[in-house]
């Protein structure tokens, strides 16, 4: 329950910072109009922000299985379960760019402290070259496994598998 009432007022947040964002770049262009749609903005702020509270309060108990599946359900977690055949301990929420330069930074850092300078030059390549094919697998298997589970969807309205 508590955590439901947490998602409730992060949606009432996420809707009213981007609606005062809104009012505040309108009221930055400092005319007539400008002013008068910004207010408009802060009106129809309260409205829904209103309604997302009343809308999910409502609504729960009765949704929260399946939103709770729905939440769970990511790339991530599929890719893993797949992959590893248990559940993702914990969703990474960054992107793309920011992980592989994490994952490069640390790979550079850990073999610097195994090998000298002109090691690391010659075998760095190696490296590369190595995760370049695991990558190019793991992208085959995902887009075989995604076309897999399309097929299987798709292929018999009566039965799930």
Avoid: W
Wanted: hydrophobic share 30%; net charge negative.
């Amino acid at each position: 329950m508590k955590k439901e009432r947490f998602r409730i007022y992060q949606n009432m947040y996420d809707s009213l910072f981007k609606d005062i964002s809104k009012a505040l770049t309108l009221l930055g262009q400092k005319d007539n109009t400008s002013v008068d749609n910004a207010i408009q903005v802060l009106q129809n702020a309260q409205c829904k922000t209103e309604d997302i509270y009343v809308n999910q309060e409502h609504s729960y108990p009765y949704n929260t299985l399946y939103e709770d599946i729905y939440n769970r359900t990511n790339l991530q977690a599929i890719g893993y379960f797949i992959k590893e055949g248990s559940t993702l301990g914990e969703k990474n929420n960054t992107s793309f760019t920011e992980r592989e330069d994490i994952a490069e930074k640390e790979l550079e850092k850990e073999l610097q402290q195994l090998l000298d300078e002109q090691t690391l030059k010659k075998i760095y390549p190696s490296i590369i070259k190595y995760t370049a094919s695991k990558e190019e697998i793991q992208f085959s298997l995902g887009m075989k496994i995604g076309a897999k589970i399309a097929l299987s969807l798709t292929n018999d309205s009566e039965y799930d598998f």
